[in-house]
Structure formats: structure tokens, C-alpha cells
């Protein structure tokens, strides 16, 4: 079974998947990395010397080629990667379980703070304005993270809370969020 989390940037998919992929007994990939791997560059290398449209392009070349393995993973896509051509079609079509982690805006504004400069995306944008830009972007993608069948909110949770609801979701399928 393939299990993908997706979710804004800052909303923590490496750091939970990693945990998720240990408890599961699965291998963990995060699509940037794998990537940065097959291109050679950082992601950061890519959006400059390339653009966002040649990243795209190569987001959606190397989801596809992860979810036609037959292999079992876990897999944390990049915040973009559902809200770009038919990535989220291609995402659902290929397991029913796929875990949006959602957070509130100020609490994404404060996760990626310190770490926005690593973010091609929000790079450049003044610290006091990036709520406001979140909340805004978060609008726009809102439509594509909730095709999810699972919705976690995790605003407030620490990493084990947040692990511990993501199994509960989906080992009870039942349900569709909590
Ligand atoms: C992006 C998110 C990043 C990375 C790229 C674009 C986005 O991944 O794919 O910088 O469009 O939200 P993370 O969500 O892992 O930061």
C-alpha cells in the first residue's frame, strides 16, 4: 500500500513520513530529494536556473514514475506537487490513502519563519508579510489538498501527536478526517 502526504510547506510530511515509513515497515521517499537525486541540483538550483515551469514539469515526470512502481512507500510530495496538472488525479488514482496534514496559516507563517529562506517560493517575501501571503496561497490550493481522503488537523500537536493521528486515520478508513 502506498500512503502520500501532502500538505503546505513547513507542514512537516519528511519529518512525520520518515516516522510513518519506520512504524509501517516501508521505505520513505520525499519527492524533492528524489528529485534533487535524479537531477543532480537542489530544488533551490532548479527554481533558479531552470524556473518554476521546468520544475513543474520534472515534479510531475517524477511523481509518475514513482506511483507507477508497484512498490509499497511512503511518499511526502512538496507542497506544490498536488495543485500542478493532473498530480492530484494521478496521486488519488493510485491509493486511497492519501493524509492532507492541515495547518492554520499563523501557524505555518511561524513553522517557516526561520527556514523560509531554503523555500524558493517564499524566499523573498518580508517576514511580516508572510502570513498574509500563506493565507492566501493556502486559498488557492485548498481546492487540491482537500481532494485527500484523510484531513489531519495539526495545528497544536507535537511530531508523536501528530504520528499517532495520522495511524489512526489510517488504519480506521472509515473515517474520512478527525
Ligand atoms: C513547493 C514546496 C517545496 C518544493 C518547492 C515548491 C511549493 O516542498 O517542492 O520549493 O510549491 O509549495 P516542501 O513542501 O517540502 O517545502
Do not use: W
Not at 510547506?9 to 519527492?31: Q, R, Y
Not at 524556473?51 to 515534479?59: A, C, D, L, N, S
Not at 501571503?133 to 486559498?139: S, T
Request: hydrophobic fraction near 40%; aromatic fraction near 10%.
Amino acid at each position: 500500500m502506498k500512503i502520500i502526504l501532502i500538505g503546505y510547506m513547513g507542514s512537516g510530511k519528511t519529518t512525520l513520513g520518515k516516522a510513518l515509513s519506520l512504524k509501517k515497515n516501508v521505505p520513505f521517499i520525499d519527492l524533492d530529494q528524489y528529485i534533487e537525486m535524479k537531477e543532480g541540483a537542489s530544488v533551490r538550483r532548479i527554481f533558479k536556473d531552470r524556473g518554476e515551469i521546468y520544475f513543474r514539469k520534472i515534479e510531475s515526470y517524477y511523481l509518475s514514475e514513482l506511483l507507477a512502481s508497484q512498490e509499497d512507500f511512503v511518499l511526502a510530495v512538496g507542497g506544490g506537487t498536488p495543485c500542478f496538472g493532473n498530480n492530484m488525479q494521478l496521486i488519488t488514482d493510485s491509493t486511497e490513502m492519501v493524509v492532507y496534514l492541515k495547518y492554520q496559516p499563523k501557524s505555518l507563517a511561524e513553522r517557516l519563519l526561520q527556514e523560509k529562506h531554503l523555500r524558493p517560493l517564499i524566499a523573498d517575501i518580508v517576514d511580516t508579510d508572510l502570513e498574509d501571503f500563506i493565507r492566501k496561497h493556502l486559498f488557492d490550493r485548498n481546492p487540491f489538498y482537500m481532494q485527500a481522503k484523510y484531513h489531519i488537523p495539526m495545528d497544536g500537536l507535537t511530531d508523536v501527536e501528530g504520528l499517532k493521528a495520522i495511524e489512526r486515520v489510517i488504519d480506521a478508513p472509515k473515517s474520512s478526517s478527525i
